[in-house]
């Protein structure tokens, strides 16, 4: 009788486990990594475009596959819809994206000009964006991240790394300059430098918590994201120098915001340990 038993139970466990292999998965998770992977497509199609010289439509199939990564993972919450294959799915997207294709990119469009020299920019650009994702996966999930770290990223993030480091490309597009054999060692530290900041500490904004406007700033912030927009689609390159050098100038900001913060954890850490009661940190409002 056991053994009947027993073998009614190994007959229905394999049993089982082919039913789970074929248990639907929902829309919902299926999206997200759709969105995922048309950008790594994108990223891939940059490198192409590149290959067969069309340098612009190089840059724009890099900065659509950007936009599409701050997409997914917004997508994904929305639908309820994180995973863990998703967020694996996505790091490996962004190595790809925003680690092999622009540092290839440069590479065919410039970098080739000093060769060893251009090709050891073009490894370092990539392995400081395997870095930076490497620790932000690693980071993500500190339980002692104070709460106000969410408003920072440690070290530019590859999305951004990928279209600073692209600003030669804006130049010469955007304001006529000639790609010139004599501009290449200028772009070589350039790249070491957009390199040095991804996988570097400094902290940058994230605006991850930029959400909710202020009702009386409505109407001139709807405006002037339309203008922004307008002007991004009229005249593209122009805009993506002006918002690189803006971001660039905003290093400085981000970095003194972020030691307001450490401060402000420092005095009340003394505090508490005086006897007294925490002062508040600094709201995020100030951003």
Known sequence: MENNASHARDRVIPHRNRLRRFQRIPMRFVIPNLVTLL???????????????????????????????????RIARALKGTSR??????????FVDFGVAPALV??????????????????IFTIAGALRLARFNVMIDDPNKPVWSANFFVGMPAPAGAIMVMLPLYLHFGLDMANDHAYVPFEIVYVLFIAF???????????????RVPREWFI???????????????????MLIVLSLAYL??????VRRFLAYQHADDVAAAHVEEGGEAPSTPTSSAH
């Open 220 to 238: 001139p912030v709807l405006l002037g994201t339309i203008a922004t927009l307008l002007l991004i689609v009229t005249y593209t390159m122009q």
């Open 106 to 123: 440069l590479y065919l469009w410039s970098l080739h000009e000093h060769r060893s020299l251009g090709w050891f920019a073009a490894l």
């Open 39 to 73: 950008a790594i497509c994108l990223g891939l199609t940059g490198v192409r475009f590149a290959i067969e010289g069309h340098f612009d439509f190089a840059v724009y199939a890099i900065i659509v596959a950007a936009i599409l990564d701050g997409l997914d993972g």
């Open 197 to 211: 900041l991804m996988a570097s500490r400094i902290p940058h904004f994230s605006g991850k918590r930029i959400g």
């Open 249 to 254: 100038a905003l290093i400085p900001l981000s």
């Open 85 to 94: 294959f998703g967020a694996e799915l996505d790091s490996l997207a962004d």
